[in-house]
């Protein structure tokens, strides 16, 4: 089996993990992986914790030198936006596309077959394994192998977290924090025109729905287009609707009903929604201080928006080189006391992760580099927009790199993974391994 039959097999499986519907991806996955991994003679253990799943593994003895990780689930799709079947790997010159097949499957694909080689070399040290299935909503699974290797004395000493893009290391990430606003309902009537206007996604650059890849002044959010629409117009919100997916995906399009003022009939607006709307310009350049440089320095996107009890509630993904939510929630408080003070604000934030932030000149990267470099790649270590597991590792001093190959549309339609350095990655990831296990 090579690499895109084992992606193909992998892809087929709808990992869909979407808690706010009640998904979340099935057993057979992670029992897939299980399984083929023991065909091949490499034992693994199934865990489990909150219904969801994690196969974790081991190969050599000794030391624990290197981690290999990695996640089998893949956020939700819209179906009305894909070319081709998400949860079939369809191959077009070269790319392969369907969910999962850049973020992450076409890692998890590739370890494996890492693994299956690995297995037959006489280690000097210990290589771990995890594929995890719940990283598109936070990683508590990886979270907890962390604190189990820390409770064991495993930890290892490095890490390659196998969920990144563009064949390049990965040496700094910021972190993710979720923030909750909401505000009650308040009907108003207003003179005028009752109209509507869709806003919807332009990337012109990097196509994707990910919200930690979206970059103010080159990306346009529909919601925030709506907020600027709002506070440009003095028109009132009646109601807005749109693709709402997930709490880290930009949705590709909102349609807001308003009253436009001036000579017409009575119409019932909601000022509660205005407000909430209209404040959405000021809060995505809210003033966050972080702990550490980033070049994509703090984002704030509105992804998420519905009526709750009576309640419109607006969902902000933040992504920032902050190891706590203070700074957030200090900034979004400032906001919102000046533009809609009886708003509620809530932040999350998981205080056990932190960021990726790994020196250039780490062995790790060296090596990865020299890696590259053998199989024709020259190319520098680079900073990821997105958070990843590897944040839970890194604050028990584990030199972690995230890497992943090639493709696009991560978290959008029609995604879809280079063939070309897809099907170098299993020889890569044995390659770098072989190099911090055996010393080379």
């Not at 070399?121 to 192998?145: C, N, P, Q, R, S």
């Not at 709002?230 to 009646?238: D, E, H, K, M, N």
């Not at 890497?403 to 978290?411: D, T």
Request: with cysteine; proline share 6%; charged share 30%.
């Amino acid at each position: 089996m090579d690499v895109l039959e084992l992606l193909a097999e992998l892809v087929s499986f709808d990992t869909t993990n979407d808690p706010a519907r009640g998904i979340r991806p099935p057993k057979e996955c992670p029992l897939f992986i299980k399984d083929t991994l023991e065909s091949w003679g490499i034992e693994s253990e199934l865990i489990e914790k909150d219904g969801y799943y994690a196969v974790y593994g081991e190969i050599g003895k000794g030391k624990p030198r290197l981690l290999f990780m990695a996640h089998f689930d893949v956020v939700p799709v819209n179906r009305e936006e894909w070319e081709t079947d998400p949860f079939k790997l369809t191959v077009r010159g070269d790319r392969a596309y369907g969910r999962g097949s850049a973020d992450d499957k076409g890692n998890v694909a590739s370890i494996m077959l890492a693994l299956k080689e690995l297995s037959k070399e006489k280690l000097d040290g210990k290589v771990l394994f995890a594929f995890t299935g719940d990283e598109e909503i936070g990683g508590a699974m990886a979270m907890h192998i962390a604190e189990r290797l820390n409770a064991e004395g495993n930890l290892p000493e490095y890490m390659i977290n196998a969920d990144g893009i563009g064949m390049k290391p990965i040496i700094r990430r910021r972190k993710g924090f979720g923030v909750r606003i909401s505000l009650p309902e308040e009907k108003i009537s207003v003179r005028g025109t009752l109209k509507e206007k869709t806003f919807k996604i332009n990337t012109p650059v990097v196509e994707t729905r990910h919200a930690a890849y979206f970059l103010p002044g080159v990306d346009m959010h529909p919601v925030i287009a709506a907020s600027h629409f709002l506070r440009t117009s003095g028109a009132f919100a009646v109601s807005l609707k749109g693709r709402f997916i997930k709490g880290n995906v930009v949705p590709s399009e909102v349609t807001l009903r308003y009253v436009e003022p001036g000579d017409g009939e009575e119409v019932e607006a909601d000022m509660g929604l205005t407000r909430l709307l209209r404040a959405v310009v000021p809060l995505v350049r809210a003033p966050v201080r972080t702990e550490n440089y980033s070049d994509y320095g703090v984002s704030i996107t509105p992804n998420l928006y519905s009526f709750e009890n009576g309640r419109h509630v607006l969902r902000l993904d933040v992504r920032a080189m902050s190891h706590s939510g203070d700074a957030i929630e200090s900034a979004v408080r400032e906001v919102i006391e000046f533009n809609v003070p009886e708003a509620e604000v809530e932040v999350r934030s998981n205080e056990m992760a932190g960021y990726l932030f790994t020196h250039p000149e780490e062995r790790i990267v060296r090596e990865m580099l020299g890696t590259l470099e053998m199989f024709g790649i020259r190319t520098e270590p680079v900073e990821g927009p997105g958070a990843a597991d590897s944040r839970f590792f890194t604050p028990y001093g584990v030199k972690a790199i995230d890497f992943g190959p090639s493709g696009g549309n991560i978290h959008g339609p029609n995604e879809y993974v280079e063939l070309p350095s897809l099907k170098i990655l299993p020889r890569v990831y044995r390659e770098v391994a072989l190099r911090l296990v055996r010393g080379l």
